[in-house]
Structure formats: structure tokens, C-alpha cells
């Protein structure tokens, strides 16, 4: 209420004095436009390359506007320099100090913006690099010690100085090699606006800075100068090196990388057909350090331009993001023509993508793109670990001889081997075998019960469904398996926890003809389910139903691994009781896949033979078993009492099996009748029945 009372004059001339007292205050304050630091950690072989370097910075000292402030740390000690035009002038010298920790850095900027603050702010960070790479990579090395970029040591210390500051750094240069990566720039985000740096190795000579401060002054805004550096080093193409720098914009990248992330879901949910392996990117893909660093661009170019659409498109789109982000690129030689200023991390297989990985999720560019989950998919799911079996199947070649098979997937690198697990052993949870007694837990729609002969009987469709009253749960992940026999039309086996939340599809099997059977086997939830059989004809048609089984694996029974080196295994003998084999595949770099999931089997078989034998030939029994193993056979009569044991001696062998005779002189005299007998081989057993006549 108090300024309604001053005079219209009076009131003018007080603004113009408060006017002239800010502009005072700011000029005493912001001594200039730009105030340049350079921390050059020299206390290495660069030595001398930095000496060159300050000389540069002399002969362009005295710009209005502009500061010039030098943190040089050599193998005699560490000191500050500012650059006038008369000369270097010296104003601290620390002694022994250690360029590569995160406090030197933060102690020496916030020294400067303190010391000469001003509207706009430089960073130079002078040395070798090497990327983000894993705690022990970054920038800053001296000795043993480094400024780590996964350890967040390089954006602890660049925060500090931001928020001294007041705002963001302008520009962020990297005089180093191998620093242009969207990892290391995206830790600079919210704390900078513009990086300069290169992709690739930067030559010893370093960035021309004489060259690059040429025509600029206290006026020149970041950007402008940003592109200046980048132009400068063209004179790397008349020293016929083999160079890039580039300048990027950081909120760009930051947009960009956050668009990345919504589709990494689209992509980990592509087949395995339609990923691409580490060894097609890294061998088509501009590389800068061959075993991680590859041009973020072409790499999703190449990624986006072999895979379907609508994730192509999204892929592409995000290319160009990146592309967008950068604002000048210079690129020397021919080497790297292809280049766009931005490179990420691809590792070319498993040991560099697990070396790397547990530090790499620390980094902000991780996190905020999800690059992590695509390179697990991309890389390490699809190419550095073997594919899993799909679509394990057990088949009835001939008597006593059964064929094991699955679809091997897509390997880049090949498969060497593949491991069957078998184990002996179910926990049935539900068994329903065919005939009018079990009719009853069944509701049915167009199902009929009728004889398939011989007193058997099953279900006969007309086109319809049924389902199981009851409901079932498996103490473990389980499976639920089925014989059908149909003409023309497709067996649809369902499962839901509860039907008004609708139905998951476990399986279709598809009939062309009549009497084709089929052994129908998929896996069950370990949650409270139902199961649906759903027939549909294409025109019309049947399916006989029979023994209808939910089970899932005994963990105390044994199992034995053997090795098949094709998608296609002869079993030597029919499984016997109930058990189950999975698979899972060893490519050509000793990856190992999972197992896949198991096949079920129920199955009861006889084995018959007499004695004595009039026809004085050999009774062999084939087993598919570890070579080398010992066995027995163990006879029973039929009240389980134990009579005698016949001895066990290998045959031959083939591959991973071995084919063993069994030779028998009972040291009692057996009389007609039915025994039992129990062979062992290692960890494989069945029980036969033995029939002899005289």
C-alpha cells in the first residue's frame, strides 16, 4: 500500500536505482559469459600431449567474457592455472593429488564456480577413456585409480558442481577415447545440456582448441559452441587419422531413451525365429571397441529392419530419435563413415554380457531406456544360451522300440549335443480311464459314451465339449496327458481355475484321417484348475478319449541323463510303468539350455521268456544306460519272495549306450509258473514278468 503514496517520479528514478544496483551486483558476481575448466589428469603418459594443450589455451586467452581455468595434475604434483593473455598464471599448487577420484573433480569445479562464477559453463574432462565399462572403466585414470562411470562417481561429482552452479553445465567435453556412449551421457542428464566427446579412440593430439575457441567470445551460446568443437576437428582428416566427435543434446537423448523403453516388451515377446543373435549385430554393426561398443543406430537399424511389424516400425522411429539427438558430427577417415555420433553397449556373448551386466543396471541409461532387457533378450537369451527343446514327443516305432523327438529351435552357433533326463516316477493327481463308471465326473455337450470293442470303452464326440466336475491341483508343475484317436477335426484341451474367468488353451492336435492316434500331452498350471476337452470337427467327424491323466513328477524317484546328438532318439527299450524325459540342448560354445518341458508316459509292459531254453539262444535285453555301469536282474515269484539273480555283462556299446546280455544258471530248480523279475542298471529299473514251460 505504501508504493500507492510515492510520487509517479520519485517511483521512476528508485527503479532506475535499483536497476543500476543489479547490474552492479550481477557484474561483480558473473564476472563473465563463460567460465571454461579444464581437469586434466596428466599424471600419466599423456604428459607431454598436455603441456601442447595449455600452450594451445594461452594463444586464445584475453576473449571478452571468458575464463579460462586449468586443474593440471602431473607426475610432479597437481596445479591451477588461469590462462591470461600475458601468460599462465599459477594459483594453487596441491602437491600429490589424485585425479581419479570423484572429490578432486567436484573440489576443483566447485572452486571455479565459486571463484569465477559466470551465465554459462564449460567442462572439459582431459584424458584417457574408456566408456562406462564395468567399476573398473570411466575416465580420469591415474594409476590404479579411475573416475567410474557404473560406480556413479563420474555423476556424483559433475551433481555437485550443477547444483553449486545453480544450473546445469552447458557443455560436458570428453578429450578422451570411447566416451560418446548413450551410458556415460545419460548419467548427465538433468546436470548438463550438451556432451562433446567421440565414439571412437581420439587421437593423442587431442581436441584443437585453438582452432575451436577461434571466433567465439563471452557471447556465443552453448549450442553454437558445442557444433564449433565438433567442426574444429577436421584438421584430424588432414593428419589422416581415423576419428570421430560429435556433439549431442542431452534432454534430446534423455526424450529418446524413454521412448526406447514402452517397446521392450514388444520386443521380448518376439520368437526366438524372429530375434536377432549377438554374433548378426556385432558382425554387420559399426564397432568402436569390438567386444561392447557398436553405433546405437544402426544397431536398432539392423534390429527394427529384421523383425515384423508393428514392432519394426517402433524400432525404426526410435533410430531416428537418436539420430535426431545429435547435433553436429565430424567424422575422419573412412573407417568410421557410417558412423552417428552415438554408440551403446553390445556385448558379442555370454562372458562379456555377464561380466558386464550386474554394474551396467546401475546406470541411469539402463533404467530409464530398459537396453538391459532387450540386450537379454537379443543377446544372452537367444544367442548366449542354447535354445530349449520345443514340442517333445514319444512315439511307438516298432515292439520294444520307441522314438523320442523334439524341434531343436533356432542356434546361430549350432548345437553340439543334447542331454534326456528320465526319470521313473508320477504323482498322479487325476486319472480318468475310459468307460460308463467314470462318465459321471464328466460334463458333457455332444459326447457319448459307446464300446470300442473287446468290453472297452470311450467317449465318442458328435461335435461338442466336455468337462471334468471336479476340480484338481498339482503340488508342482505337472502335465495332463490323453490318447485320442479322431477323423477330421481338432482336439482342444483347456484348463481355468474357474470357468466364469475363462479358458487358457493348452494344446490343439489336429486328425486328417481315420484311425490317426495320437498321444496328446501338455502342461498344466500348478494352480487350482479344471480341464475342458473341446472337439471340433471341420465337417464331421469323432474322437475316441482315452485314459485321461494329470500328474506331475515324483521327486524321489531316480533319474539318469543320457546324450543323443540329434533331434531324434532311439529308445532301446519301452518305457516301462510311468516317468517322464525332458531335453535341453549344448551348443557349439558349451551353453546349455533349460530343460524343456516333460513328456509324460504311462505305460505297462510285459516281458516273457522260458526256461529251460530249448533253442539254446542268447535272451538279450537292451538298455539305453551310462556305458561302463553294472546291473542285475533280481527273480521274485509271484508273492514277492526273492529266488535268485542272474549276472549282467556288457555286450557292446554304441555312443552314449550300451547294449548288456544276461546269462542265468539258477542255483534252484523252478518249477512251471509266473515270476517277476526286477533289472537294474545303474539308476534305471523295471520290473517284467517271466512265463516258464517245460
Known sequence: MALKNIPPRRLSLKLIFSLLLFLLFENICLGGQWTMMFYMAADNDLYSQALTDIEELRKIAGKAGIEILIQFDSPSGAFRYRVLPQGISTLASLGQSNSGSPEALADFGLWAVKTYPARKYLLVLWDHGDGWSKRAKGIGIDGLDYLSVAGGELREALADISSVAGQPLDIVVFDACFMQMAEVLMELDGICRYAVGSEAGFPAESMPYDMAWKDIDGNTPAESLAVRLVNSCSTFDDLGYQATCSAVDINSLSAAAQNLKPITGHLRQLPVSACVCSSAVTDSVLSFLPWYSYDLPLALDFIGNRIPDPEKTLVLDISRQFKNSVLAQFIA????????????????????????????????????????????????QQDSTAPVPQQISLDKESEGVWKLSWDPGYEPSGIETYQIRHSQGLVTDFLDQSGSADSANWIKTGFAIVSRGAGDTAYYSIGGQMTIRDAFQCDSTGNIGLTAEGLWGSLVLESSPDTLLGWDTLGVWNFYGPGELKYCSAKVKTSLSRIRLNWKPFSSGWVYIDDIKVCHPDPAKSTQIISSPSPVHKLLRQPDGAGYYQVRAIDSLNNISSWSEAVFYRLESGFATAWPNPFKSEIMLAFSTG??????????????????????????????????????????????????????????????KMILIR
Open 627 to 688: 556305458v561302463g555301469q553294472s546291473g542285475e536282474v533280481k527273480i521274485y515269484n509271484v508273492l514277492g519272495q526273492y529266488i535268485d539273480k542272474m549276472s549282467l555283462r556288457q555286450k557292446k556299446t554304441n555312443g552314449d549306450t550300451a547294449e548288456y546280455l544276461y546269462h542265468w544258471a539258477p542255483k534252484t530248480s523252478l518249477s512251471n509258473g509266473i515270476y517277476l523279475a526286477r533289472i537294474s542298471s545303474g539308476l534305471d529299473a523295471r520290473t517284467v
Open 333 to 380: 577417415g573412412d573407417d568410421y563413415q557410417k558412423a552417428n555420433g552415438l554408440a551403446a553397449w553390445y556385448p558379442n556373448g555370454k562372458y562379456n554380457f555377464e561380466s558386464g551386466i550386474e554394474a551396467y543396471r546401475n546406470l541411469k541409461w539402463s533404467g530409464l531406456s530398459g537396453w538391459d532387457k532387450i540386450l537379454y533378450q537379443l543377446i544372452f
